[in-house]
T-cell receptor, first 113, second 112 residues
Framework: AQSVTQPDIHITVSEGASLELRCNYS??????LFWYVQSPGQGLQLLLK????DTLVQGIKGFEAEFKRSQSSFNLRKPSVHWSDAAEYFC???????????WGAGTKLIIKP | NAGVTQTPKFRILKIGQSMTLQCTQD?????MYWYRQDPGMGLKLIYY???????DKGEVPNGYNVSRSTTEDFPLRLELAAPSQTSVYFC???????????FGDGTRLSIL
């Protein structure tokens, strides 16, 4: 069955520290991969996406993610977090042959001052 | 460029009342979706549409109905509101089904 796992429900990071959010997927073929961010009380905003090519993709707000086929992973990283990065982050996968995206349960990022 | 617009932003309903959540997009996207998000939970797909006149059930369709008479609009109807339908509802659209989705700001619905 197709699924997306975000193992960490919550992550707490000090402001200025580096961040890595994990995402693993189970899919029949290499899917398209997405990271979204949801700030409190807001809708979801696309951070970055991977379709093919370079496995390290850059997104908005200084985020990047690396696709590792052998590990079926698409982890999100940021070298130095800011208080404004406190939000919930969702990983999702899809293919043109599917009508929808498969969503992870989300990881809530808490920033310590 | 408005993107995906949802109305209303907030609503309180009494048990048994009905209402329609409106969603419109101006990106000429074929695919549209309705999700609900409960506190601390991820997204659950309620209904989706692959084009005008074509809709289908998602993961949690009970208690809801949809229609898609135009490419732009995809309203979600609650016929007999129940407390279990208290949630935040998001509408989204995409050009192709498995590609990136664009989200509205959500409708926060409380049923008392």
């Amino acid at each position: 069955a197709q699924s997306v796992t975000q193992p960490d429900i919550h992550i707490t990071v000090s402001e200025g520290a580096s961040l890595e959010l994990r995402c693993n997927y189970s899919y029949g073929a290499t899917p398209y991969l997405f990271w979204y961010v949801q700030s409190p009380g807001q809708g979801l905003q696309l951070l970055l996406k991977y379709f093919s090519g370079d496995t390290l993709v850059q997104g908005i707000k200084g985020f990047e993610a690396e696709f590792k086929r052998s590990q079926s992973s698409f982890n999100l990283r940021k070298p130095s977090v800011h208080w404004s990065d406190a939000a919930e982050y969702f990983c999702a996968v899809g293919r043109d042959s599917n009508y929808q995206l498969i969503w992870g349960a989300g990881t809530k990022l808490i920033i310590k001052p | 460029n408005a993107g995906v617009t949802q109305t209303p932003k907030f609503r309180i309903l009494k048990i048994g009342q009905s209402m329609t959540l409106q969603c419109t997009q101006d990106m000429n996207h074929n695919y549209m979706y309705w999700y609900r998000q409960d506190p601390g939970m991820g997204l659950k797909l309620i209904y989706y549409s692959v084009g005008a006149g074509i809709t289908d059930k998602g993961e949690v369709p009970n208690g809801y109905n949809v229609s898609r008479s135009t490419t732009e609009d995809f309203p979600l109807r609650l016929e007999l509101a129940a407390p279990s339908q208290t949630s935040v509802y998001f509408c989204a659209s995409s050009y192709v089904g498995g590609r990136s989705q664009h989200f509205g700001d959500g409708t926060r619905l409380s049923i008392l």
